[in-house]
């Protein structure tokens, strides 16, 4: 499947963004699980949001909580990140991946997901 990230940018703190990822996946993305990954600089990368197929329930990391919002368009195949006040520490590559498959380990251990895209770039300043 191919997905192709969009939306980043360079905002100062408390600023808000809103990542798009668009997938290929026509009639099959109703069943994919969908995430976004980030990847500060340096660092390795964590899983932040994550929402299911179906059921459509959500799941944050502690550390984007209350500030960010995962949601999905099925009918355009697209996977949104509403990022609200924005802090320095939010400064990363963000990805969306999917995955068929969900366990325990899927959110936020970060397993089972098999494609990803190529990455946007979120740059937030003090």
């Known amino acids: 499947a191919q997905l192709e990230e969009s939306g980043g940018g360079s905002v100062p703190a408390g600023a808000s963004l809103r990542l798009s990822c668009v997938t290929g996946g026509g009639n099959l993305f109703t069943t994919w699980n969908m995430a976004w990954f980030r990847q500060p600089p340096g660092q390795e990368r964590e899983a932040i949001a994550a929402?299911?197929?179906?059921?459509?329930?959500?799941y944050y990391s502690d550390s984007v909580k209350g500030r960010f919002t995962i949601s999905r368009d099925n009918a355009k195949s697209t996977v949104y990140l509403e990022m609200n006040s924005l802090k320095p520490e939010d400064t990363a590559k963000y990805f969306c991946a999917k995955s068929a498959v969900w366990g325990t380990a899927s959110f936020p251990e970060g397993r089972f997901w098999d494609s990803w895209g190529q990455g946007t770039q979120v740059s937030v300043s003090s």
């Open positions: 929402i299911t197929w179906g059921d459509e329930k959500t």
